[in-house]
């Protein structure tokens, strides 16, 4: 599976990425633009927790067992349609990296034949099930399967829950997802 950025940050903020590089284990990726946003979004005070993920000692150091891996970088075939992207992004109004990180996602995704790709960008979400048919979860959706599985209690879930939905969403509707759940 390949994570974007926002799942790694709802984690971070809470505290809780031992807790997702717990569940996800080596099945999570990231890509090098995945990787690049989160190291320069480390330097915020709230994520701060991102830095003992990804680098040591300011070196990005994934010898020494950091979390997520990498992908390898867009292959040739790639880099066009990634580049055309980009700058259609740049296009309508939005800064020089707008989506660089859903982007690759998506399209290392495609190529790799990944099967699931946790995003949360609404733009990057569509991007991907209607342009390539990759299946998508968000934060949210992942944080109430942790719940259920254990592997976080109710108000840890909730926290990350509530981060990574609109404000009208609540408590209410994160119990109703668990209930949902707990149905299946």
Known sequence: MLLD???????AQHGGLQRLRDFLRDRARITREVERELLRLSKRPELAQLADHLAKDGAVARTEGKWSKLTKNLP????????????LK???GEHDRAHAGEIATVLIAKYRGTELVIMDDNWGCDFARRTYGLEVMSTARLTLEMVMC??????????????????????ERFKAGLENLRRD
């Open 90 to 92: 740049h296009a309508l």
């Open 76 to 87: 040739d075939d790639l880099k066009d349609e990634f580049a055309r992207l980009l700058g």
């Open 5 to 11: 950025a926002s799942t790694v940050c709802h984690y």
């Open 150 to 171: 254990g592997r976080l209690d109710e108000e840890e879930g909730f926290r990350v829950f509530d981060s990574a939905t609109p404000d009208d969403v609540g408590r």
